[in-house]
């Protein structure tokens, strides 16, 4: 798996995104549909229409980045959002990218220092 600055927002696109969209298409993407900034160092994931292959955006220092996978079985959960937009955290994504649904769960408070 790649390493995510986790300060960093993770954003799932929840609409079907054609994957023979690179570089320049998914930037645009990101710019007209999601209306954000590409270039700012979040990330942001695109799911196929059949939920079998996804890519992730990001831009470093040096470049915009593309990581691509595709499954031989099973899809990727999305679900549809209104926003046509979902925030995910590097769990989240994690948990995405691996198959895993999480139906219930509770988050209990923790410290958080200064």
């Known amino acids: 798996m790649i390493g995510f600055d986790h300060q960093a927002r993770i954003w799932l696109c ?9 570089f320049n298409g998914l930037s645009a993407l990101v710019r007209n549909q999601l209306k954000h900034n590409p270039l700012n160092g979040q990330y942001f994931v695109f799911v196929n229409r059949r939920k079998t292959q996804m890519k992730v955006l990001y831009f470093t220092p040096t470049g915009y980045c ?5 499954l031989e079985q099973g899809q990727f959960r999305v679900q549809p959002t209104s926003k ?3 925030l995910l955290t590097p769990a989240g994504l994690q948990l995405l990218i691996d198959g895993i649904e999480v139906q219930k769960y ?5 410290f958080k220092g200064a």
């Open 84 to 86: 046509g937009q979902k």
């Open 14 to 22: 929840t609409e079907p995104t054609d994957m023979r969209k690179s």
């Open 106 to 110: 509770r988050q209990f408070k923790r």
């Open 66 to 70: 593309l990581w691509a996978k595709r």
